[in-house]
């Protein structure tokens, strides 16, 4: 509950989900437990939700490296999965392998304005003739794109149109595709999940939970003034945030042509305190962060945590083993970040002038603070991991949680939303 006026957090509740019922259930509960009044219609709600998985988006371009390229990091900007990247012109083989990756959006991309447009319309007819019902966004090039929507259109497939990603070689402009992307997630996926019965649900929810994390994190860079990374540790995957403050030498000739993306976010599937323990230690073995001896006991306690992800520590040894496996999934997503694995970069991200690390997630927000400190010291002292370290970041933990609220603020309550992240700032 926010005080949209002073932007102050004002009460907050967190209860169990209920998605083995009907998520909304969980949904009133909380809000009946953050406050009295919040239910009488008169306080608005802004809601977000990963809708059991979060947007998985395959993105189909023109060439590897520029177009595809291009798509991929707006995806990863949307806070959406990538699940697929494909370039070039669909064949069976293509197709069989984009429907495999059980993407909720397909992003359509190809070409710069004026520029190539036969591989877009290739694409186009290819899903036109497959009858295609899996939303796309067409956001290629533009003297093309008012046909294919009709063509796509004419065929049955739910399509959006938004501004070419890549409209000049080297100039990347996510914004149009980012915000189409999200309103295809509400229109069209969010109320297919099974969530809750009934239109309610739909109606309720304003965005992505990550792109909602996204969003606050771009506000909270703005109030900064700087470079920072958010780290989110989840039970399941493990999401790293970065902006940066764009390098006027990236519009020489040196300039990727894909475009650079300033603001990126990657998720790391196999990182996880509870679902995807065992992926941690198999990570952080290869990353040779686990030595021989202490493999073993992390192995067996990672089977714990798979086989009941709601299971709590009861004591301070079982807290450190979560201490341990956050540490581990946060630093090994941190190497893939900065090393550019996932984000569409092949030189990576450069963290140096980092000024704030952010830790958020459960196993974080309710660690002592001891243990949550450790976390992300064992982040900016990984000295061993290939990427360059932030050379001055002060780490601090989201312990309210409020950059999803942040981010569901910003648009419509843009002042409150900056004053709740300003805690964050010290």
């Given at each position: 509950?926010?005080?949209?006026?002073?932007?102050?957090?004002?009460?907050?509740?967190?209860?169990?989900?209920?998605?083995?019922?009907?998520?909304?259930?969980?949904?009133?509960?909380?809000?009946?437990?953050?406050?009295?009044?919040?239910?009488?219609?008169?306080?608005?709600?802004?809601?977000?939700?990963?809708?059991?998985?979060?947007?998985?988006?395959?993105?189909?371009?023109?060439?590897p490296l520029v177009t595809a390229q291009a798509g991929r990091r707006v995806g990863l900007s949307a806070g959406a999965d990538v699940v697929h990247v494909a370039a070039g012109r669909l064949g069976r083989a293509e197709l069989t392998a984009l429907r495999a990756a059980r993407a909720d959006v397909v992003l359509l991309v190809?070409?710069?304005?004026?520029?190539?447009?036969?591989?877009?319309?290739?694409?186009?007819?290819?899903?036109?003739?497959?009858?295609?019902?899996?939303?796309?966004?067409?956001?290629?090039?533009?003297?093309?794109?008012?046909?294919?929507?009709?063509?796509?259109?004419?065929?049955?497939?739910?399509?959006?149109?938004?501004?070419?990603?890549?409209?000049?070689?080297?100039?990347?402009?996510?914004?149009?595709?980012?915000?189409?992307?999200?309103?295809?997630?509400?229109?069209?996926?969010?109320?297919?999940?099974?969530?809750?019965?009934?239109?309610?649900?739909?109606?309720?929810?304003?965005?992505?939970?990550?792109?909602?994390?996204?969003?606050?994190?771009?506000?909270?860079?703005?109030?900064?003034?700087?470079?920072?990374?958010?780290?989110?540790?989840?039970?399941?995957?493990?999401?790293?945030?970065?902006?940066?403050?764009?390098?006027?030498?990236?519009?020489?000739?040196?300039?990727?042509?894909?475009?650079?993306?300033?603001?990126?976010?990657?998720?790391?599937?196999?990182?996880?305190?509870?679902?995807?323990?065992?992926?941690?230690?198999?990570?952080?073995?290869?990353?040779?962060?686990?030595?021989?001896?202490?493999?073993?006991?992390?192995?067996?306690?990672?089977?714990?945590?798979?086989?009941?992800?709601?299971?709590?520590?009861?004591?301070?040894?079982?807290?450190?083993?979560?201490?341990?496996?956050?540490?581990?999934?946060?630093?090994?997503?941190?190497?893939?970040?900065?090393?550019?694995?996932?984000?569409?970069?092949?030189?990576?991200?450069?963290?140096?002038?980092?000024?704030?690390?952010?830790?958020?997630?459960?196993?974080?927000?309710?660690?002592?603070?001891?243990?949550?400190?450790?976390?992300?010291?064992?982040?900016?002292?990984?000295?061993?991991?290939?990427?360059?370290?932030?050379?001055?970041?002060?780490?601090?933990?989201?312990?309210?949680?409020?950059?999803?609220?942040?981010?569901?603020?910003?648009?419509?309550?843009?002042?409150?939303?900056?004053?709740?992240?300003?805690?964050?700032?010290?």
């Amino acid at each position: 509950m926010v005080d949209l006026a002073g932007g102050g957090l004002v009460s907050a509740a967190a209860v169990p989900t209920t998605v083995a019922s009907d998520v909304l259930h969980g949904l009133d509960a909380a809000v009946g437990a953050a406050g009295v009044g919040l239910g009488s219609g008169e306080v608005p709600w802004f809601v977000c939700s990963s809708a059991g998985g979060g947007l998985r988006l395959a993105v189909i371009g023109y060439e590897p490296l520029v177009t595809a390229q291009a798509g991929r990091r707006v995806g990863l900007s949307a806070g959406a999965d990538v699940v697929h990247v494909a370039a070039g012109r669909l064949g069976r083989a293509e197709l069989t392998a984009l429907r495999a990756a059980r993407a909720d959006v397909v992003l359509l991309v190809g070409g710069t304005d004026g520029g190539d447009a036969e591989t877009l319309t290739h694409n186009a007819t290819r899903l036109a003739r497959a009858r295609w019902r899996v939303p796309v966004v067409l956001a290629g090039n533009v003297d093309v794109r008012d046909d294919l929507h009709g063509l796509l259109a004419g065929a049955g497939v739910p399509v959006t149109v938004a501004d070419n990603v890549l409209p000049r070689i080297g100039v990347l402009a996510p914004v149009s595709a980012r915000a189409a992307i999200r309103q295809v997630f509400l229109r069209h996926v969010i109320g297919g999940k099974g969530l809750s019965r009934g239109g309610r649900f739909a109606r309720l929810v304003r965005a992505a939970t990550p792109d909602a994390v996204l969003s606050g994190v771009e506000v909270l860079a703005d109030v900064a003034g700087g470079d920072l990374v958010v780290v989110d540790v989840g039970g399941a995957t493990t999401d790293v945030y970065s902006v940066l403050t764009p390098d006027e030498r990236a519009s020489g000739p040196g300039r990727e042509v894909a475009g650079e993306l300033w603001r990126a976010r990657t998720v790391e599937g196999d990182l996880g305190v509870r679902w995807s323990a065992p992926g941690v230690v198999r990570a952080a073995v290869e990353e040779r962060l686990v030595a021989a001896g202490e493999g073993d006991g992390l192995a067996a306690e990672a089977a714990v945590r798979a086989a009941d992800p709601g299971f709590l520590p009861a004591d301070a040894v079982g807290r450190a083993v979560d201490a341990r496996f956050a540490a581990l999934a946060a630093t090994v997503a941190l190497r893939r970040h900065a090393r550019g694995v996932g984000t569409g970069e092949r030189s990576g991200r450069d963290l140096r002038d980092v000024r704030l690390l952010v830790g958020s997630g459960g196993v974080l927000r309710h660690a002592p603070d001891g243990d949550a400190a450790g976390v992300l010291d064992a982040v900016l002292s990984d000295h061993a991991g290939g990427w360059a370290l932030p050379r001055a970041a002060r780490p601090v933990v989201d312990a309210d949680y409020v950059l999803a609220a942040a981010g569901l603020l910003a648009g419509e309550h843009p002042v409150a939303a900056r004053a709740l992240l300003r805690p964050l700032l010290g």
